[in-house]
Protein backbone atom coordinates (compact mmCIF):
# COMPACT_ATOMS: atom_id res chain seq x y z
CA UNK A 1 0.00 0.00 0.00
CA UNK A 2 2.84 2.67 -1.04
CA UNK A 3 0.29 5.10 -1.83
CA UNK A 4 -1.44 5.63 1.71
CA UNK A 5 1.92 7.20 3.33
CA UNK A 6 0.74 10.93 2.31
CA UNK A 7 -2.52 10.08 3.25
CA UNK A 8 -1.31 9.93 7.06
CA UNK A 9 1.00 12.70 6.60
CA UNK A 10 -1.58 15.06 5.54
CA UNK A 11 -2.41 15.41 9.45
CA UNK A 12 0.84 16.52 10.45
CA UNK A 13 1.04 20.69 11.71
CA UNK A 14 3.48 22.98 9.30
CA UNK A 15 6.33 22.84 12.13
CA UNK A 16 9.91 23.93 11.10
CA UNK A 17 11.60 20.94 10.74
CA UNK A 18 13.62 19.36 13.86
CA UNK A 19 17.07 18.40 13.92
CA UNK A 20 17.41 16.52 17.26
CA UNK A 21 20.73 16.38 19.19
CA UNK A 22 19.53 12.73 20.27
CA UNK A 23 17.37 11.11 17.85
CA UNK A 24 15.45 8.84 20.58
CA UNK A 25 13.76 12.58 20.91
CA UNK A 26 11.23 11.02 18.22
CA UNK A 27 9.70 8.07 20.73
CA UNK A 28 9.16 10.31 23.99
CA UNK A 29 5.40 11.50 23.04
CA UNK A 30 5.14 7.27 22.09
CA UNK A 31 6.57 6.11 25.05
CA UNK A 32 4.49 8.30 27.62
CA UNK A 33 1.58 7.72 25.39
CA UNK A 34 2.53 3.54 26.38
CA UNK A 35 2.32 4.98 29.94
CA UNK A 36 -0.38 6.70 30.37
CA UNK A 37 -2.97 5.06 28.09
CA UNK A 38 -3.87 1.60 30.17
CA UNK A 39 -6.05 2.34 32.81
CA UNK A 40 -6.72 5.85 31.83
CA UNK A 41 -10.10 4.95 30.81
CA UNK A 42 -8.95 6.81 27.38
CA UNK A 43 -10.48 4.79 24.29
CA UNK A 44 -6.72 2.86 22.46
CA UNK A 45 -5.21 4.57 20.24
CA UNK A 46 -7.06 8.01 20.73
CA UNK A 47 -4.12 9.84 23.05
CA UNK A 48 -1.60 8.59 19.93
CA UNK A 49 -3.66 10.25 17.63
CA UNK A 50 -4.47 13.58 19.21
CA UNK A 51 -0.57 13.99 19.27
CA UNK A 52 -0.05 13.08 15.81
CA UNK A 53 -2.55 15.93 14.93
CA UNK A 54 -1.36 18.31 17.37
CA UNK A 55 2.65 17.98 17.47
CA UNK A 56 3.50 15.40 14.70
CA UNK A 57 6.07 16.07 11.82
CA UNK A 58 7.87 13.60 9.32
CA UNK A 59 10.60 11.58 11.17
CA UNK A 60 13.45 12.28 9.08
CA UNK A 61 15.23 8.89 9.85
CA UNK A 62 12.52 7.04 8.89
CA UNK A 63 10.16 9.62 6.89
CA UNK A 64 7.21 7.96 8.97
CA UNK A 65 5.33 10.52 11.13
CA UNK A 66 6.27 11.09 14.63
CA UNK A 67 4.56 13.43 17.61
CA UNK A 68 7.52 15.71 18.56
CA UNK A 69 7.70 16.52 22.22
CA UNK A 70 9.48 20.03 22.58
CA UNK A 71 6.71 21.61 19.44
CA UNK A 72 4.85 24.79 20.56
CA UNK A 73 2.44 26.92 18.84
CA UNK A 74 1.54 30.34 19.12
CA UNK A 75 -1.33 31.78 17.10
CA UNK A 76 -1.52 29.09 14.69
CA UNK A 77 2.33 28.77 14.21
CA UNK A 78 4.06 25.43 14.78
CA UNK A 79 7.58 25.79 15.99
CA UNK A 80 9.78 22.57 16.93
CA UNK A 81 12.79 23.29 18.61
CA UNK A 82 15.79 21.15 18.22
CA UNK A 83 16.19 20.51 22.21
CA UNK A 84 14.03 20.24 25.27
CA UNK A 85 16.18 23.43 26.22
CA UNK A 86 15.68 25.16 23.39
CA UNK A 87 11.76 24.86 23.38
CA UNK A 88 11.77 25.96 27.16
CA UNK A 89 14.26 29.29 26.44
CA UNK A 90 12.12 30.09 22.84
CA UNK A 91 8.73 30.02 25.18
CA UNK A 92 10.05 31.77 28.25
CA UNK A 93 11.27 34.28 26.11
CA UNK A 94 7.87 34.80 24.55
CA UNK A 95 6.19 34.44 27.99
CA UNK A 96 8.40 37.46 29.09
CA UNK A 97 7.12 39.66 26.17
CA UNK A 98 3.96 39.13 27.23
CA UNK A 99 2.18 36.09 24.81
CA UNK A 100 0.01 34.16 26.29
CA UNK A 101 -1.69 31.81 24.61
CA UNK A 102 0.71 29.05 23.85
CA UNK A 103 0.48 24.82 23.05
CA UNK A 104 3.29 23.25 24.07
CA UNK A 105 4.19 19.76 24.32
CA UNK A 106 3.07 16.07 23.02
CA UNK A 107 -0.44 16.59 23.42
CA UNK A 108 -0.05 20.75 23.13
CA UNK A 109 -1.29 22.22 26.17
CA UNK A 110 -2.41 25.69 26.33
CA UNK A 111 -0.83 27.54 28.96
CA UNK A 112 -3.28 30.50 28.90
CA UNK A 113 -6.40 28.67 29.57
CA UNK A 114 -4.36 26.20 31.74
CA UNK A 115 -2.78 27.90 33.86
CA UNK A 116 -2.37 25.15 36.80
CA UNK A 117 -1.76 22.83 34.51
CA UNK A 118 2.43 22.54 35.09
CA UNK A 119 4.53 24.02 38.06
CA UNK A 120 6.86 25.43 35.15
CA UNK A 121 8.20 24.73 31.81
CA UNK A 122 10.32 22.16 32.19
CA UNK A 123 7.28 19.89 33.48
CA UNK A 124 5.00 21.44 30.47
CA UNK A 125 7.58 19.93 28.34
CA UNK A 126 7.91 16.83 30.11
CA UNK A 127 6.37 13.96 28.18
CA UNK A 128 5.14 12.01 31.01
CA UNK A 129 3.50 15.37 32.58
CA UNK A 130 2.25 16.55 29.29
CA UNK A 131 0.30 13.09 28.71
CA UNK A 132 -0.84 12.78 32.26
CA UNK A 133 -2.41 16.15 32.17
CA UNK A 134 -3.92 15.41 27.96
CA UNK A 135 -5.96 12.50 29.93
CA UNK A 136 -7.12 14.15 33.31
CA UNK A 137 -8.63 16.66 30.68
CA UNK A 138 -10.15 14.44 28.12
CA UNK A 139 -11.56 12.44 30.66
CA UNK A 140 -13.02 15.43 32.40
CA UNK A 141 -14.49 16.59 29.05
CA UNK A 142 -15.86 12.95 28.52
CA UNK A 143 -17.48 13.40 31.74
CA UNK A 144 -19.39 16.89 30.64
CA UNK A 145 -20.52 15.88 27.22
CA UNK A 146 -21.15 12.18 27.72
CA UNK A 147 -19.24 12.03 24.47
CA UNK A 148 -15.92 11.35 23.37
CA UNK A 149 -16.51 12.61 19.95
CA UNK A 150 -17.89 15.63 21.88
CA UNK A 151 -14.47 16.04 24.02
CA UNK A 152 -12.32 15.30 21.35
CA UNK A 153 -13.85 18.27 19.91
CA UNK A 154 -13.08 20.30 22.47
CA UNK A 155 -10.07 19.38 23.97
CA UNK A 156 -9.27 21.80 20.35
CA UNK A 157 -11.91 24.26 21.13
CA UNK A 158 -15.02 25.18 22.07
CA UNK A 159 -16.61 26.41 18.85
CA UNK A 160 -18.69 23.56 17.22
CA UNK A 161 -17.62 23.94 13.82
CA UNK A 162 -13.79 24.14 14.82
CA UNK A 163 -14.20 21.57 17.31
CA UNK A 164 -16.00 19.35 14.27
CA UNK A 165 -13.25 19.74 11.81
CA UNK A 166 -10.78 19.01 14.44
CA UNK A 167 -12.41 15.65 15.39
CA UNK A 168 -12.78 14.68 12.25
CA UNK A 169 -8.61 15.13 11.53
CA UNK A 170 -8.05 12.96 15.17
CA UNK A 171 -10.47 10.30 13.59
CA UNK A 172 -8.62 10.00 10.24
CA UNK A 173 -5.11 10.18 11.92
CA UNK A 174 -6.29 7.29 14.46
CA UNK A 175 -7.18 4.84 11.61
CA UNK A 176 -4.27 5.87 9.78
CA UNK A 177 -1.66 5.50 13.01
CA UNK A 178 -3.16 2.22 14.32
CA UNK A 179 -2.53 0.83 11.30
CA UNK A 180 0.63 1.86 10.31
CA UNK A 181 1.12 3.16 6.59
CA UNK A 182 -2.63 2.56 6.05
CA UNK A 183 -5.85 4.20 5.21
CA UNK A 184 -8.08 1.43 5.76
CA UNK A 185 -8.98 -0.94 8.98
CA UNK A 186 -8.56 -4.84 8.73
CA UNK A 187 -11.48 -6.99 9.36
CA UNK A 188 -11.07 -9.42 11.61
CA UNK A 189 -10.66 -13.16 10.08
CA UNK A 190 -14.02 -14.92 11.98
CA UNK A 191 -16.35 -11.67 10.34
CA UNK A 192 -14.53 -12.01 7.25
CA UNK A 193 -14.52 -15.50 5.97
CA UNK A 194 -15.10 -15.91 2.21
CA UNK A 195 -15.36 -12.47 1.01
CA UNK A 196 -12.00 -12.58 -0.16
CA UNK A 197 -9.66 -15.16 -2.31
CA UNK A 198 -6.81 -16.65 -0.22
CA UNK A 199 -3.60 -14.46 0.47
CA UNK A 200 -6.31 -11.67 0.30
CA UNK A 201 -6.74 -9.13 3.15
CA UNK A 202 -10.57 -7.47 3.37
CA UNK A 203 -10.29 -3.99 4.59
CA UNK A 204 -12.84 -1.43 5.00
CA UNK A 205 -11.75 1.93 3.84
CA UNK A 206 -13.20 5.34 4.76
CA UNK A 207 -13.37 8.39 2.50
CA UNK A 208 -9.86 8.71 0.72
CA UNK A 209 -6.83 11.16 -0.19
CA UNK A 210 -9.10 13.74 -1.68
CA UNK A 211 -11.27 13.90 1.00
CA UNK A 212 -8.40 13.85 3.71
CA UNK A 213 -6.70 16.65 1.31
CA UNK A 214 -10.16 18.53 2.16
CA UNK A 215 -8.98 18.97 6.06
CA UNK A 216 -5.56 18.49 6.25
CA UNK A 217 -4.59 21.09 3.97
CA UNK A 218 -3.49 24.46 5.79
CA UNK A 219 -5.88 26.27 4.69
CA UNK A 220 -8.51 23.66 6.17
CA UNK A 221 -7.02 23.40 9.34
CA UNK A 222 -7.19 27.28 9.93
CA UNK A 223 -10.64 27.42 8.72
CA UNK A 224 -13.02 28.85 11.18
CA UNK A 225 -16.39 26.74 9.25
CA UNK A 226 -15.93 23.18 9.08
CA UNK A 227 -15.09 21.48 5.52
CA UNK A 228 -18.48 19.81 4.82
CA UNK A 229 -18.13 16.22 4.22
CA UNK A 230 -19.54 14.34 1.15
CA UNK A 231 -22.30 12.19 1.72
CA UNK A 232 -20.12 9.34 0.20
CA UNK A 233 -18.07 9.66 2.93
CA UNK A 234 -20.06 7.46 5.31
CA UNK A 235 -20.08 4.75 3.25
CA UNK A 236 -17.35 2.53 4.17
CA UNK A 237 -16.05 0.69 0.94
CA UNK A 238 -14.40 -2.90 1.09
CA UNK A 239 -11.37 -4.45 -0.74
CA UNK A 240 -9.22 -7.39 -0.77
CA UNK A 241 -5.80 -6.57 -0.22
CA UNK A 242 -3.24 -9.13 -1.10
CA UNK A 243 -1.63 -9.50 2.41
CA UNK A 244 2.44 -8.69 1.05
CA UNK A 245 1.51 -5.08 0.37
CA UNK A 246 1.26 -4.67 4.03
CA UNK A 247 4.92 -5.14 4.53
Not at 38 to 65: C, D, F, H, M, Y
Not at 69 to 98: C, D, F, M, Q
Not at 191 to 215: D, H, K
Amino acid sequence: MRSVLPFLLLFLPFLAQAQPTNPMDWARCRQAIATAEPGSGVPPGLLGAIALVESGQRNPRTGAPEPWPWSYNVAGEGHAPPTKAAAIAEVSALLARGVKSIDVGCMQVNLMYHPNAFANLEEAFDPAANLRYAVRFLRDLRSRTGDWGQAIARYHSGEAERGAAYSRRVALARMGAAWGRGGGVPLPPQIAQNICAPGLTPMLFFGGLQEARRFMTPEARRARRAVPVAPASTRPRLACIRNEARR
